[in-house]
């Protein structure tokens, strides 16, 4: 019975850990102003993205978001665009990145996006924010 609640403990420390490791996520981008890491994640964007599903050109069409408009569905906030790259979106094209690519990939991708941005600011200015 003592291997068993040991193994029991084991596991449990496995998932805390775990829990601790995806709420440690930066809230803010590591790699925002990062030259080098946004042109990385220009290629992901290109090769991942837009190999499969999003546009990277304006007024191309495809049936998955823009993702330089800044009109998202799912959040708009550095972490909230990690999240739905992380762990995608249910019942939607949306798959999981979480695991197929490291944390810092998703963060460039993000960087990417962001420097990419067709956002307008009240006065007309583009800027590399959302709304």
């Known amino acids: 019975m003592r291997l068993a609640s040991g193994g029991l403990f ?5 998932v805390a850990a775990s829990s601790l490791s995806r709420a440690s996520q930066p809230v803010r981008n590591p790699f925002t ?3 080098a890491a946004v042109e990385e994640g220009r290629g992901l964007l290109e090769s991942v993205c ?3 599903c999003h546009s990277v ?4 069409s495809t049936d998955a978001p823009d993702l330089f408009d800044c009109e998202w569905w ?3 906030t550095d972490a909230e665009l990690f999240r739905v790259i992380r762990d995608g979106v ?3 094209r ?3 990145f979480g695991g197929q ?14 420097a990419g941005s067709r956002c307008q600011e009240d006065d007309g200015q583009t800027t590399g924010t959302p709304r």
């Open 57 to 60: 050109e304006e007024g191309e």
């Open 90 to 92: 249910p019942n939607t």
């Open 74 to 76: 799912h959040g708009d």
């Open 50 to 52: 837009a190999g499969y």
């Open 94 to 96: 949306m798959q999981s």
């Open 33 to 35: 102003e990062d030259a």
């Open 101 to 114: 690519f490291p944390d810092d990939d998703l963060w460039r991708l993000i960087a990417a996006i962001r």
């Open 10 to 14: 084991v596991l449990l420390l496995v």
